[in-house]
């Protein structure tokens, strides 16, 4: 258990539909990032915060965005969902310590599985 | 345009051999590497990493190898076991955001 907590595990939608997906990361971690899994892709980047910020955005599409709120729990919404939408959404957490160059290992949470029809 | 890459989708070893997996990188600003392995219905977990100042890291039965001039690193497991079945990644961070670039992963099966 990598102490990061994803809800729903999984979902099952429509095109057209809209969705949120939660990411609690683990206690003590300021940074959140999300990842997409797709059949073809592998695992893709997609955002990243920080204490609330938002620090970095990889391949996300204009229809997805996220927020991390003050007590850091994350949503992912997945808005105008295409059949092409249905992947694995994870979240991992780090504890990231600004400026010091340290690289902090990201924990992974067990993945939200998006269907959509 | 895919800047970690892992050529060979699946591996297949014998208990108690050797497993060799290899990943290859295009960015040279990437300054850290990692591998993850990941099981079916779980997300992915930190195996063991390498700064680019190191070419060799070591933690018990998994090696992990660096050789930049090449844009290079494999995973060695030694001796390989049933229960490290699973899909590893190969991951690489550079700058100050820490967001990881994936490959596509290998799939290891050990046969007992």
């Known amino acids: 258990d990598s102490g990061v907590t994803q809800t729903p595990k999984h979902l099952i939608t429509a095109t057209g539909q809209r969705v949120t997906l939660r990411c609690s990361p683990r206690s003590g971690d300021l940074s959140v990032y999300w990842y997409q899994q797709s059949l073809d892709q592998g695992l893709q980047f997609l955002i990243q915060?920080?204490?609330?910020?938002?620090?970095a955005k990889g391949n996300i599409l204009e229809r997805f965005s996220a927020q991390q709120f003050p007590d850091l729990h994350s949503e992912l919404n997945l808005s105008s969902l295409e059949l092409g939408d249905s992947a694995l959404y994870f979240c991992?957490?780090?504890?990231?310590?600004?400026?010091?160059?340290?690289?902090?290992?990201?924990?992974f949470g067990p993945g939200t599985r998006l269907t959509v029809l | 345009d895919q800047q970690v890459k892992q050529n060979s989708p699946s591996l297949s070893v014998q208990e108690g051999r050797i497993s060799i997996l290899n990943c290859d990188y295009t960015?040279?600003?990437?300054?850290?590497f990692l591998w993850y392995k990941k099981y079916p219905a779980e997300g992915p977990t930190f195996l063991i990493s390498?700064?680019?100042?190191?070419d060799k890291n070591e933690d018990g039965r998994f090696t992990v190898f660096l050789n930049k001039s090449a844009k290079h690193l494999s995973l060695h497991i030694v001796p390989s076991q049933p229960g490290d079945s699973a899909v590893y990644f190969c991951?690489?961070?550079?700058?100050?955001?820490?967001?990881?670039?994936f490959g596509k992963g290998t799939l290891l099966t050990v046969n007992p």
């Open positions: 991951a690489a961070s550079g700058g100050s955001n820490y967001k990881l670039t």
């Open positions: 915060y920080y204490n609330g910020e938002e620090r």
């Open positions: 390498i700064s680019s100042i190191k």
């Open positions: 960015n040279s600003m990437f300054d850290y």
């Open positions: 991992a957490s780090s504890h990231r310590l600004v400026g010091t160059g340290t690289y902090n290992e990201q924990f």
